[in-house]
């Protein structure tokens, strides 16, 4: 039995790590499809990544590090230490995840995107019922959520949008806003912190 992987060139991995793991939907079978890694990533020992998972250029993950299947990463995005990204995500470009965060299936991640460590996103309402089915977060480009934050299912992140350190948000925030406290309130963001388009800081 074996994954069909597609690694691109000048990729360095750092033995052990596991690439293109079946899921579920391919236990038993011979062959199935794997991983793809873009040029130039660095993949570093006890990284897990799952089979139909999709990493763009320049990525990199820390140590034991669980992608699983049908994660989409875009280029030049570092996945810290420790960090679960647990299936059917979609992450974008230049984005830094720092250790230990979880990120569950559902959630989608914009570009420029920075999760701190330790940050805990939810899909799942009123577990371990299922009732109202699973939603993942939504952080649209430039958001930034500090350490120890936890996103109830749902939340949408708003462009350029601030979560502060142990937050926990349980409403929408606003583009270019800042939630703090637990449960969040919503507060002005700073002018300082403000992006005015998608290169710029005002």
């Known amino acids: 039995m074996s994954a069909k992987n597609a690694i691109g060139k000048n990729v360095t991995i750092f033995e052990p790590v596991q690439l293109g793991f079946p899921s579920r939907e391919h236990i038993g079978k011979n062959e199935w499809n794997g991983v ?3 040029d130039g990533c660095i993949i570093r020992s006890g990284s897990i990544i ?4 999709i990493m763009g250029k320049g990525c990199q993950t820390g140590h034991n590090v669980l992608i699983r299947e049908k994660t989409v990463i875009g280029d030049y995005t570092a996945v810290g230490t420790a960090t679960v990204i647990d299936g059917n995500v979609t992450i974008g470009t230049n984005v830094s995840i720092q250790s230990q965060a979880y990120i569950p299936p559902g959630t989608k991640i914009g570009n420029n995107v920075f999760i ?6 939810t899909n799942d309402m009123y577990p371990p019922t299922g009732i109202g089915g699973l939603q993942g977060a939504t952080i649209e480009n430039f958001a930034a959520i500090g350490a120890n934050a936890t ?5 949408v992140i708003g462009r350029g949008s601030f979560v502060a ?10 583009q ?4 703090i406290g637990n449960p969040a309130k919503i507060k ?3 002018k300082a912190m403000r992006k005015n388009d998608d290169n710029n800081v005002v």
């Open 36 to 38: 793809v890694i873009g």
């Open 50 to 53: 799952y089979s139909d998972v």
């Open 116 to 121: 701190g460590p330790n940050v805990v996103i």
């Open 151 to 155: 996103l109830i299912p749902g939340v």
């Open 165 to 174: 350190a142990g937050s926990v948000v349980t409403k929408d925030v606003p």
């Open 176 to 179: 270019d806003m800042m939630a």
């Open 188 to 190: 002005d963001l700073p």
